[in-house]
């Protein structure tokens, strides 16, 4: 019903930049979270950064002051661009979005499929 889809990963070196960008489509009635989440290998999956439909965010400490995320509720798309990356970021970035649905009230956290970023030193 509801597909997220991730692009802009890849390998950039230390101090680079990089902009990820997940685009949410299917039987979209509202979007009131989206967000980026990061696996790095033998790690658990952790939040990045979030925003509100209300443009409301969240930051974990590591990344605050060089990553912004940003969306564009038209079109259901959120962006997180990285800025003096560190070899400590390199792992694979997920998309997140708490949707509800033409036809499940309920809302739900949908997941894209991930896209690697990998910062060289």
Same mark, same amino acid.
Request: contains cysteine.
């Given at each position: 019903?509801?597909?997220? /889809?991730?692009?802009?990963?890849?390998? /950039?070196?230390?101090?680079?930049?990089?902009?990820?960008?997940?685009?949410?489509?299917? $039987?979209?009635?509202?979007?009131? /979270?989206?967000?980026?989440?990061?696996?790095?290998?033998?790690?658990?999956?952790?939040? #990045?950064?979030? %925003? %509100?439909?209300?443009?409301?965010?969240?930051?974990?400490? $590591? #990344?605050?002051?060089?990553? =912004?995320? $940003?969306?564009?509720?038209?079109?259901?798309?959120?962006?997180?661009?990285m800025?003096?990356?560190?070899?400590?970021?390199?792992? #694979?970035?997920?998309?997140?979005?708490? %949707?509800r649905? =033409?036809?499940?009230?309920?809302?739900?956290?949908?997941?894209?499929q991930? =896209?690697? #970023? =990998? /910062?060289?030193?």
């Amino acid at each position: 019903q509801v597909q997220l /889809v991730e692009s802009g990963g890849g390998l /950039v070196q230390a101090g680079g930049s990089l902009r990820l960008s997940c685009s949410a489509s299917g $039987s979209i009635f509202s979007i009131n /979270v989206m967000g980026w989440y990061r696996q790095a290998p033998g790690k658990q999956r952790s939040l #990045v950064a979030r %925003i %509100i439909s209300g443009g409301g965010t969240n930051y974990a400490d $590591s #990344v605050k002051g060089r990553f =912004t995320i $940003s969306r564009d509720n038209a079109k259901n798309t959120v962006y997180l661009q990285m800025n003096s990356v560190k070899p400590e970021d390199t792992a #694979v970035y997920y998309c997140n979005g708490n %949707i509800r649905t =033409t036809t499940n009230w309920e809302p739900y956290d949908y997941w894209g499929q991930g =896209t690697q #970023v =990998t /910062v060289s030193s």
